[in-house]
């Protein structure tokens, strides 16, 4: 029932927004909130085994390779690497906040971190294995079984690894970004620069598709709504989006509105991992994104906004 | 016979216990069964409630955001999310065979069609915001740019149109877009070449595109007929819960009937068993046979009993008769008879064998059985002398004191006289024999007249009888007599006879001595028995 409360709680606040014009509705960004009712047994087991390279089919790779949380969560490849040393094609996204997106991949092909997780375990170019393999290398570590046994009453399992890795991703959230400490009322937590570009962020659009906690994370985008990519080497001319997933022809080049929440140290960028400054990402989305010119100063703004979003992990600013 | 019979019974008795049984145990798990599906259909109605719920802030949500008062979608994702996961959540645990999964599924369908109007809906939404937030900067742009004035006006008036159309309500749309298409065709023979005309016509195309799509999508949202399939789901859930309710209620009453009825079934099983059992001590052929047996057994005791009080009755007489004759016959021998002397002894001769032949008379009667005697009215006095005249030798001769109380000499009773003596001559032998071995020993009959009955009270010196033996005292066989000395029916039998009279035998354990007490009526009462027989054989 706590679904129910959170509705009346919800509708409570729209009615109090109406009446009072909260800043809290009128924000598009809003204040990012911890994941609650984690059970911090399973963290403790996820966070082992998204470092565990047993995951990987020749013990070489971790989660943590493609997505260390010393770098953001990031490789900061353009594509990433797998096993073998099988460079994909796609560029990596960060695990941090990544509870918070709606559904994962850059094309939401996974409804969840679960769904999301079982992914690099059974691809061939990133972790090359499978479930029966990796649960026979798990179970003869006997600290594994206790950990299993103790909260699933089970051995290692398929499912019970994904759960495990899941609710670990769900507690990496990076709180306390200075853009949060503003929000929540400091106002001086960012500089002058960096407030002059949340209002270009805002007055620009890019408030549009970059909203709510995560700045992004929430819906589907064309990428290049304004003007084409076309065969731009920044729009991967192989990579029909959406499309890939769904067969629908308005999917097409459809992808995930990224979250922009520490992109200041998830470099390169999109999907395509081409842009290799935030800049130049920012210039990016003014021409294909918005259709619109923008002054040098006004990307600079942008900028120094975009790194005020950078949040702490275990009370260290993320590097 | 009776045994088979209730074999037979005992045996159908257990088959019906046997399927009612079975029929419980199915009523059982049928219940059982009802039970735990109204338990799912109330699960499930809750959970349909916050689909309900959900849906209605999906709504709200899209809504604002459509109006675009909500800046974000936080929200739209988060309950779009929740609902999804809610109609999931009912769609997987319902194992229900009713139409209510073809309902649930087209719910599913609907909420995915929805939530794929809601996806597209935020793509065109953002796109849109973001170009009519560019609306204003692009007029200023416009002002700045020293147009000739003509060109100018078309541009603003473009922009504006552009606007009222994002304002205005959208089924005026093909007006706008003709205006906003022919505003656009202008522009473009004017200054098609300048980047501000080209971003005009970007964002007014965006717009105009957007807007109306929008309306498409937020059209289609709200036209799914989600809301007419919840409401059938939830009628359709209680339906189906009001009617498990109503088989559940006919279900646990028949297996309360059932339960019931399978008790009172064990119970009257149990019952009928223990009934064959005592039939069986008392009704089986054999034994009663055997009881027949005992039963003139005992009157030969009794009879054997009698012929020694006879014969102590008539050896007394016969010896004074000898006497008699003896002295009688020496006078006849001597010559000077005393005539005086011998009719004296002749008197008394006849006197003795007048008493053998009533003695002879009375054993005669006695040796009769007496049960199909006449009813006659005989003064109770004639009843007790006759009894004494048995047994008082005996007694006097064994050294009991045998006393009577005073009684009304013309006190009468309607009854079979030799019965009645029986029951009394049965009385003295029982306290004889219980007394035996006591120092002083005594009987003592008291008869009482109380108005309608005659009490015959037989106490003797002994000191009453234990309670144990005394609720056992009168079954039939029951004897404390030394083995061989009695056969137990003595007590069954006075019961009997008392019982044929419409009287009472009772033991008076309040006496400190051992004391029978015998009712008798003094009108006698026919019995059904006699009636019966009457009625057969009127005489």
């Known amino acids: 029932m706590s679904i129910r409360r959170s509705i009346l709680i919800f509708i409570v606040s729209l009615l109090s927004a109406s009446t009072f014009a909260d800043n809290f509705l009128q924000e598009p960004i809003q204040l990012l909130v911890p994941a609650t009712d984690l059970d911090q047994r399973k963290v403790i087991l996820g966070d082992r085994l998204f470092h565990e390279t047993k995951l990987s089919g020749d013990n070489t790779i971790s989660c943590a390779s ?67 393999d990796v649960i026979t ?17 089970s051995g290692p399992t398929g499912e019970a690894i994904v759960d495990a890795i899941a609710t670990f991703e769900r507690s990496l959230v990076t709180l306390n970004s200075p853009f949060d400490q503003y929000l929540k009322g400091d106002k001086d937590a960012i500089s002058p620069k960096a407030k002059k570009g949340y209002q270009h962020f805002k007055s620009l659009g890019c408030a549009a598709c970059h909203q709510g906690q995560g700045v992004g ?50 470099a390169p960028y999109f999907h395509s991992g081409q842009v290799q400054t935030l800049e130049g990402a920012i210039r990016v989305m003014a021409e294909f994104q918005l259709g619109r010119q923008i002054s040098d100063e006004e990307v600079e703004d942008i900028a120094a906004f975009l790194r005020s979003l950078t949040g702490e992990y275990k009370g260290e600013r993320l590097k | 016979m009776s045994r088979v019979q209730n074999n037979i019974s005992a045996k159908s008795i257990m088959v019906i216990v046997l399927i009612i049984a079975v029929l419980t145990i199915l009523f059982y798990f049928g219940s059982q069964q009802r039970e735990s599906q109204i338990d799912q259909y109330v699960l499930i109605h809750q959970k349909m409630e916050t689909v309900v719920l959900l849906h209605s802030v999906q709504n709200e949500v899209l809504l604002q955001s459509y109006s675009s008062f909500s800046k974000h979608y936080d929200f739209l994702t988060k309950y779009s999310h929740q609902l999804n996961f809610a109609i999931n959540d009912i769609e997987h645990n319902t194992k229900i065979k009713t139409e209510l999964p073809l309902l649930l599924k087209r719910l599913k369908e609907q909420a995915n069609d929805r939530q794929q109007q809601i996806e597209r809906f935020k793509s065109s ?26 060109d100018s006006n078309t541009i603003l008036h473009l922009l504006n149109t552009v606007q009222s159309f994002y304002i205005n309500p959208t089924d005026q749309e093909h007006q706008y877009a003709n205006q906003i298409a022919k505003s656009l065709s202008t522009l473009n023979l004017l200054t098609g070449s300048s980047s501000l005309v080209g971003e005009i016509k970007l964002h007014s195309t965006l717009i105009l595109k957007r807007k109306s799509k929008i309306y498409q999508l937020v059209k289609h949202y709200l036209e799914v007929p989600i809301q007419l399939n919840i409401t059938a789901i939830m009628d359709e859930l209680v339906r189906r819960t009001d009617q498990i309710r109503w088989e559940l209620l006919v279900l646990q009453r028949i297996l309360y009937a059932l ?32 009881q027949i047996e005992l039963k003139s057994k005992e009157k030969l005791a009794s009879i054997g009993e009698m012929a020694s009080h006879v014969a102590h009755e008539i050896n007394n007489p016969l010896s004074v008769i000898y006497l008699n004759l003896r002295a009688v016959k020496n006078q006849f021998a001597s010559e000077k008879a005393d ?5 004296s002894k002749v008197e008394k001769i006849e006197d003795m064998s007048k008493r053998i032949g009533k003695i002879a008379k009375d054993l005669l009667a006695f040796s009769r059985d007496a049960a199909r005697d006449p009813i006659e009215k005989v003064t109770v006095k004639q009843l007790v002398d006759d009894t004494l005249s048995i047994c008082h030798e005996k007694f006097v001769n064994q050294g009991v004191n045998l006393t009577v109380g005073d009684y009304s000499t013309d006190l009468t009773i309607e009854c079979r006289a030799i019965q009645i003596s029986q029951i009394l001559l049965n009385l003295f032998t029982n306290a004889y024999d219980a007394i035996e071995d006591l ?29 144990e033996v005394a609720q056992k005292i009168f079954n039939p066989f029951f004897t404390t007599k030394v083995h061989g000395r009695g056969t137990g029916l003595g007590l069954s039998i006075i019961n009997g006879i008392v019982e044929k009279h419409r009287g009472k035998f009772e033991l008076d354990s309040k006496c400190q001595n051992t004391r029978f007490i015998v009712t008798i009526p003094k009108r006698h009462l026919a019995t059904d028995e006699e009636q019966i027989d009457s009625k057969k054989m009127p005489s």
Not at chain 1, 91 to 114: C, I, Y
């Open chain 1, 66 to 132: 493609c997505h260390s949380l010393a770098t953001g969560g990031v490789d900061r490849l353009p594509f990433a690497k797998g096993i073998k040393g099988q460079v994909g094609n796609i560029n990596t996204p960060t695990v941090f906040n990544s509870g918070k997106n709606f559904v994962q991949f850059w094309n939401g092909r996974a409804q969840n971190l679960e769904e999301q997780a079982a992914g690099p375990v059974h691809n061939p170019g990133e972790m090359g294995s499978n479930w029966l």
């Open chain 1, 137 to 153: 290398k798990l179970e003869k570590d006997s600290a594994y079984l206790k950990q299993f046994k103790e909260i699933y009453n």
């Open chain 1, 217 to 266: 994370g929430n819906l589907f985008q064309i990428f290049g709504v304004a003007k084409s990519l076309k065969d731009s080497k920044i729009k991967n001319p192989n990579d029909l989006g959406r499309y890939l997933h769904t067969n629908n022809e308005f999917d097409r080049y459809l992808f995930k509105v990224p979250m922009l929440r520490n992109v200041a140290v998830t």
């Open chain 2, 125 to 150: 939404n953002a796109i849109l915001q973001n170009s009519i937030q560019y609306l204003p900067t692009l007029f200023t742009r416009v002002l700045k740019m020293g147009l000739k004035r003509q």
């Open chain 2, 259 to 290: 339960l019931v009825l399978l008790m009172l079934l064990v119970a009257y099983y149990i019952i009928s068993l223990n009934r064959a059992r005592v039939l069986a001590i008392t009704n089986a052929n054999l034994i009663s046979n055997q």
């Open chain 2, 339 to 343: 005539i005086g002397k011998c009719s």
């Open chain 2, 439 to 467: 120092p002083t020993r005594w009987i003592r009959l008291e008869v009482e007249d109380e108005q309608e009955v005659i009490k015959f009270v037989v106490t003797d010196c002994g000191s009453g009888i234990p309670d």
